[in-house]
């Protein structure tokens, strides 16, 4: 991997995963154990040769956050990171650490700009299994074909009129119901967020590590059905 890594020669490199070590231990862990060490030459070697950067410390400088917690030394460590070649430093959007979720690792996210969006828009069947959205749109039948029963018009006319009627409707009810979802899981991730800073404080407080895991459970099972509707 490190000699295929050291002949490309790409100006828009990302490299991003777990590197299991961290670039400087006195910013990027909380103890001084043995565990996640610096990390080893040869990275930094491809990193200098590719001209790579930290795009986490180039946002946030000094600061400090972690993307791993050990419970067998009640320390954390950022040993996942994100780097990115000097030349795309430019469309660097966000970066983030995130809290834990479906993994013993923090992830972290990172947005690029001047990337092109699809939009590919399919029915969420999951609206028709809840009982009051299923009611609006039961309504929303029943008032278009009572409103539209001109025998001048076509039954051509008034099906392909219907078809864009409930495509807009499922569209509305569906952004809803995502932005209740969405509100949902932001203030799980912001109880989580604030049982892991209470844990940094505490690394040993095994009462506020139950919590998190308790939240997490409660986060991935949220996660696990928008991941398979995407599917």
Not at 52 to 65: A, Q
Not at 138 to 149: A, G, S, V
Request: proline letters at 2%; zero cysteines; a positive charge.
């Amino acid at each position: 991997l490190q000699n295929e890594l050291m002949e490309v020669n790409y100006q828009n490199m990302i490299l991003l995963g777990d590197f299991n070590g961290v670039i400087n231990p006195s910013l990027d862990r909380t103890t001084k154990t043995d565990e996640h060490r610096k990390l080893p030459k040869v990275l930094f070697d491809i990193i200098q040769h590719h001209q790579l950067k930290d795009t986490w410390r180039e946002k946030y400088g000094d600061s400090r956050d972690y993307t791993f917690f050990s419970p067998r030394h009640k320390s954390f460590s950022r040993i996942d990171m994100i780097f990115m070649t000097e030349k795309m430093l430019s469309r660097m959007g966000k970066v983030d650490i995130k809290v834990q979720t479906l993994s013993d690792h923090n992830p972290m996210t990172i947005s690029v700009t001047g990337l092109r969006k699809f939009f590919r828009w399919r029915v969420n069947e999951d609206l028709f299994a809840k009982q009051e959205l299923n009611s609006k749109i039961e309504k929303t039948i029943m008032d278009y074909f009572n409103d539209n029963r001109l025998e001048q018009t076509s039954s051509f006319v008034r099906w392909d009129v219907f078809k864009a009627v409930m495509r807009g409707q499922l569209i509305y009810l569906n952004k809803m119901q995502k932005q209740k979802e969405e509100n949902e899981r932001i203030q799980l991730e912001e109880q989580i967020k604030l049982k892991e800073q209470k844990l940094k404080n505490k690394p040993k407080d095994s009462t506020t590590q139950q919590e998190i895991k308790i939240l997490q459970t409660q986060l991935e099972a949220k996660l696990t059905k928008e991941t398979e509707w995407l599917l």
